[in-house]
């Protein structure tokens, strides 16, 4: 009796165990680690118009120039000294597609009269001071970073005539001032020219802008998405004044790169980024940008998809507790880490490719890697039938359209009546983005994707 309940101990304990988990062996594909990373970028071209109005101009040029601005201090030489104030704020407007300047001016002078008669000096010296307005034309020139006015000096009117008293009877002096006036014009110009330059110098703007927004930015901390602008040119047009407006055209050409991990932060070089003029940019922007998916990031969201799943088949089941990604001869390589009433890694490849519908990387073509299909024949026929292979499949699909869209409201957030400083605004807008490939890496996923659009930029109040 007691042999006979020990035997049935014996069957029952090996029927258990032969029920229970069994350890799967499987050879690992070895990661094809032969290339580094390498992909092709496409350089994206972002248009911007500028338009500046030209009492805008006239602020910063008011600020600029202020008090005295012309002085003769020797007397001897001409027989007069004067000196040259700015008398009120400038007005600058728009005179048939020329800049036009017009110059308060507040004048004091000296004036000697006489002469010298048999070695004996009988002179005598007066002061004067009176109002006038200059009159400035110029042409609108964007060259070097800079727009500037090249202005010349058209007229010069005093609101009464310049002249002294003697005797009773008011002697006009225009031909002791006016010579002097010469003189004053070229340094009027001079420094009308000068304030202009520097009331709107971009380089320093343009490239602090651009110095900012080269830092990657994280675009989602879920994903630990980081968004990267990587400026290599600027294009500019010439200036056209029309209607009080100075337009031209600048045209940024980048690298636009999404990173999903942290990017490895470029020093930004200043001096490398150069300004050409040309005669014509284009009217849209094209931005292509490239969203790098290391495959250990990748492997970490699928992870999380196959988290709470289990696959059976009649009494048999599974779990997969990891997966791990990489590349191998043009392909994925998936490991699964699973538990269940099989234990161990088994392998599957695939092609990843982008699904537009539904806005998800998935792998093509996936299957068993062919040593682990051959074990799964021989110890676990039921994993290896295609119906478990489609459920694992599905939850292999990992979707990129949080980068993506939180990628696009950040560049929109940019195109919004955004404000980089008092009195400039920028507006645009974006076309719906567009996967255009993957390429595979050994390393990582890498996403293509092309957008297009419109932006703006325009100065007003600019102060």
Request: proline share 3%; hydrophobic share 40%; glycine share 4%.
């Amino acid at each position: 009796m007691k042999f006979t309940v020990l035997l049935v101990f014996i069957i029952a304990f090996i029927v258990v165990s032969c029920g229970s988990s069994k350890k799967i062996e499987t050879l690992k594909p070895v990661a094809d680690l032969a290339n580094p990373i390498m992909y092709d970028k496409e350089i994206s071209y972002l248009n911007i118009p500028v338009s500046i109005k030209l009492k805008d101009l006239a602020y910063q040029t008011n600020t600029i120039l202020k008090g005295l601005i012309y002085e003769d201090a020797i007397l001897e030489d001409d027989n007069l000294m004067i000196k040259v104030w700015k008398q009120a704020p400038i007005e600058i407007t728009d005179d048939k597609g020329k800049i036009k300047v017009v110059l308060p001016l507040k004048v004091w002078s000296k004036v000697r009269y006489g002469s010298n008669v048999f070695g004996m000096d009988l002179y005598d010296t007066r002061e004067l001071n009176f109002n006038g307005v200059a009159t400035l034309i110029g042409e609108a020139k964007f060259t070097n970073w800079q727009l500037s006015a090249k202005s010349n000096v058209q007229s010069v009117v005093w609101k009464e005539s310049p002249s002294i008293t003697i005797a009773g009877k008011s002697v006009p002096i225009t031909y002791l001032v006016n010579p002097a006036m010469n003189y004053f014009k070229s340094t009027i110009e001079q420094k009308i020219d000068a304030a202009i330059v520097k009331s709107l110098n971009f380089q320093d703007n343009v490239l602090d802008a651009l110095e900012e927004i080269t830092k990657p930015v994280c675009v989602n901390k879920s994903y630990d998405t980081w968004f990267k602008l990587k400026p290599i040119s600027i294009n500019a047009t010439e200036a056209i004044l029309k209607q009080d407006v100075v337009s031209m055209n600048l045209e940024l050409a980048c690298f636009l790169e999404t990173f999903i991990g942290k990017p490895f932060e470029d020093t930004f070089n200043r001096d490398e980024i150069q300004l050409k003029q040309v005669s014509k940019t284009k009217d849209q922007f094209l931005a292509s940008l490239i969203v790098v998916s290391p495959y250990l990031k990748a492997s970490e969201i699928i992870t999380k998809n196959f988290h709470g799943q289990e696959f059976t088949s009649g009494s048999k089941n599974i779990t997969v507790e990891k997966v791990n990604l990489w590349h191998k001869n043009g392909k994925v390589v998936i490991a699964l880490t699973m538990k269940g009433s099989l234990n161990g890694t088994i392998y599957l490849s695939g092609i990843p490719k982008y699904n537009i519908d539904e806005e998800l990387i998935y792998f093509d073509d996936l299957k068993y890697v062919l040593e682990t299909k051959s074990t799964l024949m021989k110890t676990a026929n039921w994993l290896a039938q295609g119906i478990i292979l489609k459920k694992i499949a599905t939850y292999t699909k990992y979707s990129i359209k949080p980068e993506l869209e939180v990628a696009k409201t950040q560049m929109e957030y940019y195109l919004k009546n955004y404000s980089p400083a008092k009195g400039i605004v920028i507006n645009g807008n974006l076309a719906p983005i567009v996967i255009k490939n993957i390429q595979l890496t050994d390393q990582a996923l890498v996403a293509t994707i092309s957008t297009t659009g419109k932006v703006a930029l325009k100065i007003d109040g600019l102060q």
